[in-house]
């Protein structure tokens, strides 16, 4: 078997004096991290120790900017125009690209957070946008958003326009038949089973695609696949993910290695 993902999870969401998230236990089952930027959680003590612990353990780097929505942490809609929406992204961006330039690091990706995440998603010509204006300024990144049965003709538009796309799927959560994302006010919509979230991983990995909620198997490209580091067990999912990829003989490499 010659097939190869991603490892990806959501870091450095500590503020102050609140910690948030086990980076330090997760880091080691993972080959991407998506570093938070100030606007929905993180500081810049918070942000230099998250690029440190991945300089440390050989994760490669991503900015993860959100909404300027601390106090919801990112997962309320705003109402924000397309150009205030880049400008924003291009803020939080750069303000990593300073502490990783200060460890000598590149950013491999971009990927964005919580209810700016879910907006964008369904709606290619702003990924486009969003994307073709982080070309420039930060050496082409990876942009990485949710992998859906409609997102073959986005790959195909990215590619012609020189985009590194990568497309992301989440063992621990539910489907629906159109292969969106369950909704987290659906009963059962998250998995708490590590056993059952290892199995879905593994098979997103080698099947690209996703079983939905009523069993219905849909196709989608998947690199990426998202870990999440923030209870027990998700901590006990994140390592038995990590092994059972290995014990089916599938490769683990962050984004830049995978993609062209």
């Known amino acids: 078997m010659n097939t190869a993902i991603d490892l990806n999870c959501d870091m450095g969401e500590s503020y102050g004096a609140y910690t948030i998230g086990g980076d330090a236990g997760v880091v080691a089952y993972i080959t991407s991290a998506n570093i938070a930027c100030g606007f929905h959680a993180s500081d810049p003590m918070v942000m230099d120790r998250t690029v440190r612990l991945c300089r440390d353990n050989n994760v490669a780097p991503g900015a993860h900017p ?3 929505d601390r106090v919801g942490f990112g997962r309320r809609f705003m109402d924000l125009t397309a150009e205030e929406l880049i400008n924003d992204v291009i803020y939080q961006v750069g303000a990593l690209r300073g502490f990783l330039a200060r460890y000598e690091l590149p950013l491999q990706h971009v990927k ?21 204006a982080l070309q420039k300024p930060f050496d082409n990144p990876v942009f990485l958003t949710l992998g859906t049965t409609r997102t073959t003709k986005l790959l195909e538009k ?8 990568a497309l992301e ?27 059952e979230i290892a199995r879905r991983a593994v098979a997103m990995a080698t099947r690209k695609g996703v079983e939905s909620v009523s069993g219905r198997w849909l196709e989608m490209d ?39």
């Open 66 to 68: 959100g909404f300027p």
């Open 112 to 132: 964005l957070h919580g209810a700016l995440y879910n907006y964008v998603a369904t709606r290619e010509e702003l990924i486009l946008r969003i994307a073709g």
């Open 158 to 165: 990215c590619r012609r326009e020189g985009i590194r796309l």
């Open 169 to 195: 799927a989440f063992p621990d959560r539910r489907y629906t038949d159109a292969g969106e994302l369950q909704s987290r006010r659906e009963p059962g919509a998250v998995l708490k089973d590590p056993r």
């Open 222 to 260: 998947i690199h990426t696949l998202c870990l999440h580091g923030d209870n027990k067990e998700s901590m006990e999912a994140a390592a038995l993910i990590y092994r059972s990829l290995l014990d089916e003989q599938i490769q683990i490499h962050p984004l830049g290695v995978i993609l062209p």
